[in-house]
Each structure stands twice: as C-alpha cells, then as structure tokens.
C-alpha cells in the first residue's frame, strides 16, 4: 500500500496563478483533510471531508477550495495564489473521526 | 494553537542521553496523538493515547497521558541519531470531530 500520496512535491507559483494540488489514498479511510504547516504555527487545517460528497471549512479556509472526487481522491484548489500561501501543504486521512490520521509526505509551494 | 502547547521547542542532547518532551492541553482531552516528522517529510504516527493514566510505548519511545488527560509527556530512552527529527502532538476534543488541534513541534537534535 502506498498510504497517502500527494503530487507535486514541489511548486512555485507567480501571484495570482492557479494551481491544484492532489491527494489520494489507498487505505480505504472515510475522512480526508488538508492542512497547511508555516513555521512557529503548526499545522492549520484548511478544509476536510468527513466522507465522500461532503467538505467542510476548517481553520483557514480563505482563498482554498476542495473537491472530494471519489473516496480515494481529495484535492485543493488555489484559484489566485497570493504570497501568504507559501507554506507545506499535508494532506491526511483517517478511517473514522477522532481516529489517528495518516499524512502525506506534502507540497511544498512558494508564492512569488 | 494555543490550545495546546509543546515544551521545549528545541532540545539538543548527546547520544545515548535520555529526553523527555511535553505536550500541555487548556481543556480535557479525547485523544492525544504523537507523530514524528523527518526534516522536510510527511508526519508519522507514533502513538495515540486516551485513557487518563494510558501509557504506551514503541521500540524506545513512551507516552503517558496523565490521568486529567491534559498533559502528555514522550520519553526517548537512550537516544540515536535516527530519533532526530520533529515531534509534534496533536489533539482531538470530542469522540466525533474532524478538527485536530496540533502542537508547534519539538526539534530534537542527537549528536552522535
């Protein structure tokens, strides 16, 4: 099993551009999230999936979008990337709520 | 997140030392988690704990949760190089959320 796997790894984007990042796993998990990990704050959720056909805003939603494609495949849109997006994005799944979640290995992206 | 807060947020120690990080809740927990993160990876699950009092271990690494369940401690026995990395804790609240709270992360260096 691959786990959670995200693509790319990498990405640098121009101001206002956008782009998609994608999330699948291969674990049979119900819930999917996406967070976003800047230094000294964390991890910050942005938006999750309980199940599929179903997201929810997280802690910092602004300027993201979703789409929980099918039960495998949950992805993350930035419709006009601004600087304060540079961060590592994780995405990350869990069989049901409250359960341990299991990360991708992330996105590195930087806004210029 | 304030919410929970994670001392030291470095530690530097030599091979071989013992090392303990800690992970403090403002409100009573459901469940904590502890994942460690390689410089510039994904997070990986160590251990989740929820019963007051719970303690686990995995190869060289313990968790306690305390029996107020707001405060978690991870004890290195022994350390290695390979133990170097980020430690982070996260937290969920209630039995049915989605929204896990994490820690700022510990950097632990092992010198060897």
């Known amino acids: 099993n691959a786990g959670v796997t995200q693509t790319p790894k990498f990405q640098v984007l121009k101001t206002g551009q956008s782009m998609t990042l994608q999330c699948a796993q291969d674990?049979?998990?119900?819930?999917m999230y996406w967070y976003r990990q800047d230094p000294g704050m964390g991890l910050r959720l942005i938006y999750y999936?309980?199940?599929?056909?179903?997201?929810d805003k997280g802690e910092v939603p602004n300027g993201y979008n979703v789409s929980r494609l099918n039960k495998r495949e949950f992805s993350l849109r930035l419709e006009s990337a601004a600087p304060s997006q540079t961060s590592v994005y994780f995405c990350?799944?869990?069989?049901?709520?409250?359960?341990?979640?299991?990360f991708g290995p992330g996105t590195r992206l930087t806004v210029l | 997140s304030q919410e929970l807060e994670q001392s030291p947020q470095s530690l530097i120690v030599q091979e071989g030392k013992n090392l303990t990080i800690n992970c403090t809740s403002s409100k009573t927990l459901y469940g904590l988690y502890w994942y460690k993160q390689k410089y510039g990876e994904g997070l990986i699950f160590l251990m989740m704990?929820?019963?007051?009092?719970e303690e686990k271990s995995h190869e060289k690494i313990t968790a306690k949760l305390d029996e107020k369940k707001q405060q978690s401690s991870l004890h290195i026995t022994a350390s290695q190089p390979s133990h170097a990395g980020i430690y982070l804790c996260g937290a969920a609240y209630t039995s049915g959320t989605y929204k896990y709270i994490f820690g700022t992360g510990t950097r632990l260096k092992v010198l060897a």
């Open positions: 704990l929820q019963k007051g009092g």
């Open positions: 990350a799944s869990t069989y049901r709520q409250s359960n341990e979640q299991f």
């Open positions: 674990m049979n998990h119900n819930s």
């Open positions: 999936s309980a199940s599929e056909g179903t997201t």
